[in-house]
C-alpha cells in the first residue's frame, strides 16, 4: 500500500480454527487524505498482511466523495464493526457512516442487506459528522461523535445507537 496511509483505530480478534489452533489477528482502520480512502488492513498474530482477509489483506471501505474509518469493535460473533465518516455524493457535508465485516473481510450483508449504511444527522443545517468513538451495546453499535456547521459557532454530540441490523434498509452501496 503506497501512498500517506496513516491508521486511525485498531483492534484484535482470535477465533478457533480447526478446533485445537487459533488465529489471531490485528485489524487496523487505515486512512489517507488524497485521494480520501479509507479501508480495513488485516495483519496475522505474527505481523504480517493476512492475505486471506478480503482482497489481499484489505478490505476497501471507500464511498461516494470520501470517507474516513475513525472507530472500530469486534462483536462475539466476530464480526468486524467500523464506524467513521462518510462525504455524500452531492451537496451533503459529511454524515455517520457503519460497516461491519466477517472474520475474512467479506461485507456482512445481514447489516443493512449489504454491510454498510449512511446515517445524517444534521443538526443546525447540513453538518460534518464526525464519530469518534463507539462501544457495543447487546452487540450493537453505540456511536458518538461531534456535529459541527462551519456557518454557526455551534458543536453538538451526536449519538447513534443502531437497534436492529435491517433498521435502515436503504440501498446505500
Known sequence: MAGDWSAEAVVTAVRPVAGVFLQRRIFMAINRTSPRSTGILALDGDGSIATSFADAGFRDLSREEGARITTLAMRGDRRLVAAGWVDPNGSGVADFYVARLTFDGALDPTFDGNGVARYPMNADGDTYDTPSAMV??????????????????????????????????????
Open 136 to 173: 457495543l451495546s447487546g452487540e450493537r453499535p453505540v456511536v458518538a461523535g461531534t456535529l459541527y456547521n462551519n456557518g454557526t459557532s455551534r458543536y453538538h454530540v451526536g449519538v447513534l445507537r443502531l437497534q436492529s441490523d435491517a433498521l435502515f434498509a436503504d440501498g446505500f452501496d
